[in-house]
Structure formats: structure tokens, C-alpha cells
Nanobody
Framework: QVQLVESGGGLVQPGGSLRLSCAAS????????MGWYRQAPGKERELVAI???????NYADSVKGRFTISRDNAKTTVYLQMNTLKPEDTAVYYC?????????WGQGTQVTVSS
């Protein structure tokens, strides 16, 4: 099994920054990619950003230029640097790992952007 542990969420004022982290452990041996998704109340879960093991990245249009996804050298920890946060970024953020044909999810971390 694969475990994903997220950290870094919290309350921030509009225009502020947060950095999320997601560490993968367990039977991690052939990761295809890792990413971040979010789900706001009453809305469906949506892609925020992904990064593949060869370094390809993709972002939702709503976060381009504000969010940056990266990973550590061991490629088992992924980060999401979120700048210029807006109230509409408020959501539970989930880490995702794709390995072969399997998909794993973290428990989610709350990000609230409010004054």
C-alpha cells in the first residue's frame, strides 16, 4: 500500500501565500506522477496541478502564474507553492499519486483564504 501525508494548510488572508507538502511512503516503486486536487463546498473535486516523474507539469487555468508544483530529488514528496491566494482558492486540497494503474489519495488539508 501507499500512504500519502499532507501538511501545510491553514488560514491565510487574500494575497497571502501557503506551501503544501505531500510525502509518499510504503510500496512506492513506479510512480507515474503526483498532483494536487481541490474540492470546495458544494463543488466537484478539480485538478489544481500535476507533475510527472520526468518533470512535465500542468496547471488549472485558474491557478496558472500563482501556483507552482515541484518535487524533491527522491521524487516521493511533492510541494504546491501557492501565492497571491484568493478567496475562491478556499477548499480542501488533496494529494494524488498515480502508480501503474493505481491511484492513491491523501486525507486532505484545508486551505481557507479569508480576511
Amino acid at each position: 500500500q501507499v500512504q500519502l501525508v499532507e501538511s501545510g494548510g491553514g488560514l491565510v488572508q487574500p494575497g497571502g501565500s501557503l506551501r503544501l507538502s505531500c510525502a509518499a511512503s510504503g510500496r512506492v516503486f513506479a510512480i507515474n506522477g503526483m498532483g494536487w486536487y481541490r474540492q470546495a463546498p458544494g463543488k466537484e473535486r478539480e485538478l489544481v496541478a500535476i507533475i510527472t516523474m520526468v518533470g512535465y507539469t500542468n496547471y488549472a487555468d485558474s491557478v496558472k502564474g500563482r501556483f507552482t508544483i515541484s518535487r524533491d530529488n527522491a521524487k516521493t514528496t511533492v510541494y504546491l507553492q501557492m501565492n497571491t491566494l484568493k478567496p475562491e482558492d478556499t477548499a480542501v486540497y488533496y494529494c494524488n499519486l498515480q502508480q501503474e494503474s493505481d491511484s492513491y489519495w491523501g486525507q486532505g488539508t484545508q486551505v481557507t483564504v479569508s480576511s
